[in-house]
């Protein structure tokens, strides 16, 4: 079983990123202001909080969760947050009964956590290794990444699910920190699966703790510099947690990103109007959006990842297809290494310019509504 390789990956870039510093650095500000705007662990009571404030034991009686919920996007509001500069959320995501990762069969099974008009910080799949043989996004972006069934699970049968009478469940930590200041934050939580029987998969949450932080974690030019070479790693958990760390750095990170992909990102605007067309009602304009899309490569993830939700059955195919091609215009790590850093950009400076109305992770795409 491969339980813990992303928690390996993620534990070796928190040990790099917390050894010993050299003298000249050591005289940095302690660290960040922390306080804790929630804390559940769903022992108890869930409260207004939360849009659907379902609380239950697992079947085995070892731990309590929100949920479980299907296919369906489940929301926590908090507000009066005070003066902040960066949130740290942490959950455990329990996935629950007959999750088919990635695979074309019975499969994407997509979730998804977001930033209420702002942000998707994770689309994800899992998959549970009686399940899916074609693996799981997890930990890593759906369609791009691909992992061993349950790969970053901290615990796997563990909660006594069961799907056809054999034990189907999965438990996955998750630590994001990102930029965010506002008074208020409204994370959604979804997902999506491609299913036959409404029992099939189901998902809740066992904790949910979300800090503010009144400063970035500081980095220094030679952890960005290793955090660069990780964005490339061959390994997608590694690469991931990579990201994450640079997110993390905010405003530090995305000058010392800047630096490295100078001349390499085309306009945001530029590539938003692309991907409108990808809406268009002439077939031919269609193609053209998805060829200048594909020719960019990896570096317009960001903005194919923000689309993978559309409410268009055709835009949803198409940035499909472009997602899992986007890594053949360069070789794999460099491909990987610009998508990342695109996308770590692009969560840092989320508030800057105004986004559109995040939509829950949508059905996935397998026909074009509209012929050639
Ligand atoms: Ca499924």
Redesign the pocket.
């Given at each position: 079983m491969n339980r813990f390789p992303a928690l390996t990956a993620y534990a070796a870039i928190l040990l790099a990123l917390t050894a010993p510093l050299p003298a000249r650095a050591q005289s940095r500000p302690a660290g960040s202001r922390v306080v804790v705007a929630y804390h559940n662990d769903f022992s108890r009571q869930a409260g207004k909080e939360w849009s659907q404030p379902t609380v239950a034991r697992s079947p085995n009686d070892s731990a309590s969760l929100l949920g479980p919920f299907g296919g369906e996007t489940v929301s926590l509001s908090l507000t009066g947050l005070g003066k902040h500069a960066m949130v740290r959320l942490s959950v455990d995501v329990y996935a629950i009964g007959?999750?088919?990762g990635s695979a074309k069969t019975?499969?994407p099974?997509i979730w998804q956590i977001a930033v209420h008009n702002g942000p998707v910080l994770l689309r994800t799949t899992f998959g549970h290794k009686d399940h899916s043989r074609e693996g799981q996004a997890f930990p890593g972006e759906y369609p791009e990444d691909q992992s061993p069934p349950m790969s970053g699970a901290m615990a796997v049968n563990s909660l006594g699910y069961l799907w056809q009478d054999r034990p189907t469940d999965a438990t996955y930590p998750l630590t994001l920190t990102f930029p965010h200041s506002g008074e208020t934050l409204r994370l959604d939580f979804s997902a999506v699966?491609?299913?036959l029987g409404k029992d099939?998969?189901s998902w809740g949450l066992g904790s949910v703790r979300v800090e503010l932080l009144d400063r970035p974690e500081p980095l220094s030019q030679a952890r960005l510099a290793r955090l660069w070479e990780l964005l490339g790693d061959e390994d997608a958990g590694t690469s991931f947690w990579a990201m994450w760390a640079l997110v993390g750095a905010g405003p530090d990170a995305a000058k010392f990103l800047d630096g490295q992909l100078t001349g390499k990102l085309p306009p945001t605007r530029e590539v938003r109007a692309l991907i409108a067309q990808l809406d268009d009602v002439e077939w031919n304009k269609r193609e053209e959006a998805s060829k200048a899309l594909a020719a960019y490569g990896a570096v317009v993830k960001p903005e194919l990842l923000e689309a993978a939700g559309s409410v268009s059955l055709e835009v949803r195919s198409r940035v499909e297809e472009l997602l899992r091609t986007a890594n053949q215009k360069s070789s794999a790590g460099e491909a990987r290494r610009l998508g990342r850093a695109a996308r770590a950009l692009r969560l840092i400076r989320w508030q800057e310019p105004p986004l559109p109305t995040t939509v829950p992770a949508t059905a996935p795409a397998t026909q074009p509504d509209r012929e050639p």
């Open positions: 007959s999750w088919d019975y499969g099974d699966f491609n299913t099939d998969e």
